[in-house]
């Protein structure tokens, strides 16, 4: 029987099964940001031994920096004291600071890839659940916890007991219109919120293989919004250009070795997944979800729906819940509700695709009165890039907020936030109760989708706009 | 008191913190205290009873669902508890406590309403080599399930990182011949 991709990967980097216990699996590279390390580098010290293999972790701040003005000190005591911290204990232990300041600093989950320190066939943890992001490459990545950060300290690895494996086929063309975001946030409302835990999701077919790596990166960044422990798509040329250059890629030599070793990460055709499920690129419509989970979403121009034509009971509450928290009502249809913010930005949309797209839209056309809109990018990188393709001035003119790198209005954690009972159309992964900010009503979509809310001021279905 | 969520636990308003201590006194805040003040117990609420105490932590079904956060564990650990006894743990809770040496004891739904029944003075006794909790008092007991990997851990003391560190020479081995 042949093997998955996941198995090729996770076989190479078994150091030892445990007997009715976990693997040891070794981590080729680890990253961390400021909230989820400071007490594993504490626990470190506390047993005064120093990091096993401090060259392969890298650190920046994202989750708490604020995104204007960030030259000036952090406001927020609590915030500059974790970031802070995050300084002295990576000068302390010998770990490479990505901080504020820094060119290549931005969201752990931008900068990885962008700099090509994410590479195919690696086995990458952060202390962070949208690790799944860097499965695009043909990966074995994931989210772990903060004993897991100080295991990682310890001895560069974990332990794992090995998930179940299940692959998603998406086949054919995607209507004009859809775009990487709309095809996860399709797969989680059809499987739901909880339907892949316990399982490593492989994306492949047609479609998949026809999509830019940035695009690959938003779909595997949602894998865990639908329960799953992380996402992957088995490298290819698209995957080979994107790493090639890059400042840490591998060079001459090395890179010819690499790339045939590279050239082997695929599932062989007789491999057997767990699960499988088929979807057909034709069926999936521009999306927006209308609930507290990413798992409640329709068709932009779709109903919510019916709580009376929902069998199961749990179900039913659950939606009728969300409804409340959401003001929104049952069996009504979104299109040409008002909304007041618009947020292009976080680890699943704010590379520089996604700007380009949002700019190419936006051209020459102004942003509606009644939303503020804030445009985020990932890094120093994607912010440097924006000036340079002069995509800034196009925001500017359509009355768009560009600010600087780091996670923002993603999490309520530094000052974005959007208001109590507010509308935001968000291209981010979560809409949680008080996610953006205590009461704040998040609807997530596509970079084109809030892009066209943003110049109509109601939400709108993108292919009357193009 | 049934499906005990982690934010009451440990509310998320105590998660800027740096260090892994100190989380003790904020478990279960908000039951404890009206106001958030530890000027004004709330005298119902069990662990301001001086009837109760040890280190064995007794809680109805689905304990520590809710939120990831491994400062759940890190607040029962801090507080003095060292097992937690229950009829059904979540899973990520279940792990995490693990992780931070609390031994989440999983019995039957019956035998739970038995500790319950004992009242105040009931004291239990735990053998983790031999998997079985015992009620003192009545004699009664039963047993419960354990990974054996993790049993291994907590007789003998250490934790994750000790088994990984005392696997650094595998390890370095390991890199050196996949290099
Ligand atoms: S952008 Fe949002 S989801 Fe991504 S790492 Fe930051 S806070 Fe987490």
């Given at each position: 029987m042949g093997k998955t991709l996941f198995d090729k990967i996770w076989d190479k980097h078994v150091v030892e099964k445990i007997p009715d216990g976990p693997s040891v699996l070794y981590i080729d590279q680890h990253f961390i940001h400021e909230v989820t390390s400071p007490q594993a580098f504490k626990g470190i010290e506390q047993r005064g031994i120093p990091l096993f293999r401090p060259r392969q972790t890298i650190a920046t701040a994202d989750h708490n920096v604020p995104t204007i003005n960030q030259h000036l000190p952090i406001k927020d005591e609590l915030s500059r004291m974790q970031v802070e911290q995050l300084i002295n204990n990576c000068n302390k232990h010998g770990v490479e600071l990505y901080g504020l300041g820094h060119p290549y600093q931005g969201i752990v989950h931008v900068i990885g890839p962008e700099l090509g320190i994410t590479q195919p066939g690696m086995t990458i943890v952060c202390g962070d659940s949208h690790t799944s992001t860097h499965g695009a490459f043909g990966t074995i990545a994931f989210g772990i916890g903060t004993s897991e950060v100080e295991m990682v300290f310890a001895s560069q690895c974990v332990l794992q007991t090995k998930p179940k494996t299940m692959r998603i086929n998406i086949d054919g063309d995607l209507q004009k219109g859809v775009v990487s975001k709309d095809i996860i946030l399709y797969i989680i409302a059809r499987i739901s919120a909880s339907g892949a835990t316990g399982f490593f999701v492989e994306y492949a077919g047609s479609t998949i293989r026809s999509l830019s790596m940035e695009a690959r990166m938003t779909i595997c960044n949602m894998s865990i919004e639908m329960g799953a422990r992380g996402g992957m798509i088995a490298p290819d040329e698209t995957t080979f250009n994107y790493v090639k250059g890059r400042p840490f890629a591998p060079k001459g030599n090395a890179w010819d070795e690499k790339l045939a070793e590279w050239k082997e990460l695929y599932s062989d055709t007789d491999a057997v997944f767990d699960a499988e499920i088929n979807i057909n690129a034709a069926d999936i419509p521009p999306m927006i979800t209308y609930g507290?989970?990413?798992?409640?979403?329709?068709?932009?121009?779709g109903h919510i729906p019916v709580l009376e034509q929902i069998a199961d009971e749990g179900e039913k509450k659950n939606i009728e819940k969300a409804l409340q928290y959401m003001g929104l009502k049952s069996g009504a249809s979104l299109v040409g509700m008002p909304v007041q913010h618009v947020f292009i930005g976080s680890c699943t949309n704010s590379r520089i695709e996604d700007l380009r797209e949002v700019a190419e839209l936006v051209k020459g056309r102004k942003k509606n009165d009644g939303v503020k809109v804030m445009i985020v990018p990932g890094s120093q990188q994607v912010a440097k890039q924006v000036h340079a393709e002069g995509l800034d001035r196009i925001f500017a003119e359509a009355g768009f907020q560009i600010r600087q790198a780091?996670?923002?209005?993603?999490?309520?954690?530094?000052?974005?936030k959007v208001p109590a009972g507010e509308y935001c159309i968000s291209t981010s992964n979560r809409n949680f109760e008080g996610r953006q900010g205590a009461g704040a009503r998040t609807l997530l979509a596509s970079p084109l989708t809030a892009a066209a809310a943003a110049i109509t001021g109601v939400v709108t279905d993108i292919r009357e706009l193009i | 008191m049934e499906n005990i969520d982690t934010d009451q636990i440990i509310p998320a308003r105590f998660l800027k913190a740096t260090t892994r201590d100190g989380f003790g006194k904020n478990l279960f805040r908000d039951w404890r205290y009206d106001n958030d003040s530890e000027a004004k117990p709330k005298t119902d609420f069990a662990l301001n009873n001086p009837l109760y105490s040890g280190d064995i932590l007794v809680a109805g079904k689905?304990?520590?669902?809710?939120?990831?956060?491994?400062h759940a564990a890190w607040a029962i650990l801090d507080y003095g508890f060292n097992a937690v006894v229950s009829s059904f743990f979540a899973d990520i809770f279940k792990n995490n406590a693990l992780n931070n040496g609390v031994l989440p004891v999983t019995v039957s739904e019956l035998f739970l309403q038995k500790i319950f029944e004992q009242g105040n003075e009931a004291t239990l006794s735990i053998d983790v080599e031999a998997q079985t909790i015992r009620i003192d008092a009545t004699g009664e007991q039963e047993s419960f399930e354990l990974n054996p990997y993790k049993k291994t851990c907590l007789l003998n003391g250490y934790d994750d990182i000790d088994f990984l560190l005392s696997r650094r020479e595998a390890i370095t081995k390991f890199e050196k011949e996949s290099a």
């Amino acid at each position: 029987m042949g093997k998955t991709l996941f198995d090729k990967i996770w076989d190479k980097h078994v150091v030892e099964k445990i007997p009715d216990g976990p693997s040891v699996l070794y981590i080729d590279q680890h990253f961390i940001h400021e909230v989820t390390s400071p007490q594993a580098f504490k626990g470190i010290e506390q047993r005064g031994i120093p990091l096993f293999r401090p060259r392969q972790t890298i650190a920046t701040a994202d989750h708490n920096v604020p995104t204007i003005n960030q030259h000036l000190p952090i406001k927020d005591e609590l915030s500059r004291m974790q970031v802070e911290q995050l300084i002295n204990n990576c000068n302390k232990h010998g770990v490479e600071l990505y901080g504020l300041g820094h060119p290549y600093q931005g969201i752990v989950h931008v900068i990885g890839p962008e700099l090509g320190i994410t590479q195919p066939g690696m086995t990458i943890v952060c202390g962070d659940s949208h690790t799944s992001t860097h499965g695009a490459f043909g990966t074995i990545a994931f989210g772990i916890g903060t004993s897991e950060v100080e295991m990682v300290f310890a001895s560069q690895c974990v332990l794992q007991t090995k998930p179940k494996t299940m692959r998603i086929n998406i086949d054919g063309d995607l209507q004009k219109g859809v775009v990487s975001k709309d095809i996860i946030l399709y797969i989680i409302a059809r499987i739901s919120a909880s339907g892949a835990t316990g399982f490593f999701v492989e994306y492949a077919g047609s479609t998949i293989r026809s999509l830019s790596m940035e695009a690959r990166m938003t779909i595997c960044n949602m894998s865990i919004e639908m329960g799953a422990r992380g996402g992957m798509i088995a490298p290819d040329e698209t995957t080979f250009n994107y790493v090639k250059g890059r400042p840490f890629a591998p060079k001459g030599n090395a890179w010819d070795e690499k790339l045939a070793e590279w050239k082997e990460l695929y599932s062989d055709t007789d491999a057997v997944f767990d699960a499988e499920i088929n979807i057909n690129a034709a069926d999936i419509p521009p999306m927006i979800t209308y609930g507290t989970n990413p798992g409640l979403g329709i068709a932009v121009n779709g109903h919510i729906p019916v709580l009376e034509q929902i069998a199961d009971e749990g179900e039913k509450k659950n939606i009728e819940k969300a409804l409340q928290y959401m003001g929104l009502k049952s069996g009504a249809s979104l299109v040409g509700m008002p909304v007041q913010h618009v947020f292009i930005g976080s680890c699943t949309n704010s590379r520089i695709e996604d700007l380009r797209e949002v700019a190419e839209l936006v051209k020459g056309r102004k942003k509606n009165d009644g939303v503020k809109v804030m445009i985020v990018p990932g890094s120093q990188q994607v912010a440097k890039q924006v000036h340079a393709e002069g995509l800034d001035r196009i925001f500017a003119e359509a009355g768009f907020q560009i600010r600087q790198a780091g996670c923002s209005a993603c999490l309520g954690m530094n000052e974005d936030k959007v208001p109590a009972g507010e509308y935001c159309i968000s291209t981010s992964n979560r809409n949680f109760e008080g996610r953006q900010g205590a009461g704040a009503r998040t609807l997530l979509a596509s970079p084109l989708t809030a892009a066209a809310a943003a110049i109509t001021g109601v939400v709108t279905d993108i292919r009357e706009l193009i | 008191m049934e499906n005990i969520d982690t934010d009451q636990i440990i509310p998320a308003r105590f998660l800027k913190a740096t260090t892994r201590d100190g989380f003790g006194k904020n478990l279960f805040r908000d039951w404890r205290y009206d106001n958030d003040s530890e000027a004004k117990p709330k005298t119902d609420f069990a662990l301001n009873n001086p009837l109760y105490s040890g280190d064995i932590l007794v809680a109805g079904k689905n304990f520590g669902c809710g939120s990831s956060r491994e400062h759940a564990a890190w607040a029962i650990l801090d507080y003095g508890f060292n097992a937690v006894v229950s009829s059904f743990f979540a899973d990520i809770f279940k792990n995490n406590a693990l992780n931070n040496g609390v031994l989440p004891v999983t019995v039957s739904e019956l035998f739970l309403q038995k500790i319950f029944e004992q009242g105040n003075e009931a004291t239990l006794s735990i053998d983790v080599e031999a998997q079985t909790i015992r009620i003192d008092a009545t004699g009664e007991q039963e047993s419960f399930e354990l990974n054996p990997y993790k049993k291994t851990c907590l007789l003998n003391g250490y934790d994750d990182i000790d088994f990984l560190l005392s696997r650094r020479e595998a390890i370095t081995k390991f890199e050196k011949e996949s290099a």
